[in-house]
């Protein structure tokens, strides 16, 4: 069992940003790929960003590839999200979540129903 919990969600302008961190229970945090989700008003959950356990492959929407970096530590069993350019659309409810790669290419870890434990989401507000 995994518990997750995010935090450093908030209100920014346009243009700046936000890291978000995700720690997590547990003694077997680096067998967990991690992936970050988020979700806006009235939309559908999307994938954000993907790591691997050991942090050496990641994977990214191409809505956010260049503006968003993914990174664990795994020693502090904490993943994070570094949000930089933020826009008005990166505006949802951020998720975290852990699952098993299983040796699949990272693309597989786009795939909420590939990951097993989710965390209860931290609010993100980007302002125009």
């Known amino acids: 069992q995994v518990q997750l919990v995010e935090s450093g969600g908030g209100l920014v302008q346009a243009g700046g940003s936000l890291r978000l961190p995700c720690g997590a229970s547990?003694?077997?945090?680096?067998?967990?790929?991690m992936g970050w989700f988020r979700q806006a008003p009235g939309k559908e959950r999307e994938f954000v960003a993907a790591i691997s356990g050991s942090g050496g492959d990641t994977y990214y929407a191409d809505s956010v590839k260049g503006r968003f970096t993914i990174s664990r530590d795994n020693a502090k069993n904490t993943a994070y999200l570094q949000m930089n350019s933020l826009k008005p659309e990166d505006t949802a409810v951020y998720y975290c979540a852990a699952g098993f790669r299983a040796g699949q290419p990272m693309a597989v870890m786009s795939r909420p129903g590939n990951y097993a434990y989710w965390g209860q989401g931290t609010q993100v507000t980007v302002s125009s």
């Open positions: 547990g003694r077997t945090f680096s067998r967990y790929a």
